[in-house]
């Protein structure tokens, strides 16, 4: 069965940093864009960054280009997320997904789902 756990969440004060990783069993990266959402509260959930395996390209939103930065480490099949100048409205839920995408802000286009981490940032 294929599991995408992510780890790194926290809380930390606005300004500040922390680096999520999304971990796979039962899958191999080498195939799949693996993307970060996340969904803060009584908001939608929206994509942040994304690492597609198959073209090697990286993608951002808006919100967090310029301080967020995807990266992926083979040898512990991860792909990580470093997240700096952190502000409040970073503050949600953050979730890796993995998919053979052909958008990769578009959620449905994801196959696998983590469960989730919290991420808290206060000023």
């Known amino acids: 069965e294929v599991q995408l756990v992510e780890t790194g969440g926290g809380s930390v004060q606005a300004g500040g940093s922390l680096r999520l990783s999304c971990a796979a069993s039962?899958?191999?990266?080498?195939?799949?864009?693996i993307a970060w959402f996340r969904q803060a509260p009584g908001k939608e959930r929206e994509a942040v960054s994304c690492?597609?395996?198959?073209?090697?390209?990286?993608y951002y939103s808006d919100s967090v280009k310029g301080r967020f930065t995807i990266s992926r480490n083979r040898a512990k099949n991860t792909v990580n997320l470093q997240m700096d100048s952190l502000k409040d409205e970073d503050t949600a839920i953050y979730y890796c997904?993995?998919?053979?995408?052909?958008?990769?802000?578009?959620?449905?286009?994801?196959?696998?789902w983590g469960q989730g981490i919290q991420v808290n940032v206060s000023s």
């Open positions: 039962e899958l191999s990266f080498d195939d799949y864009a």
């Open positions: 997904a993995a998919g053979p995408v052909v958008n990769w802000d578009d959620e449905r286009e994801y196959d696998y």
């Open positions: 690492f597609d395996n198959m073209d090697q390209e990286t």
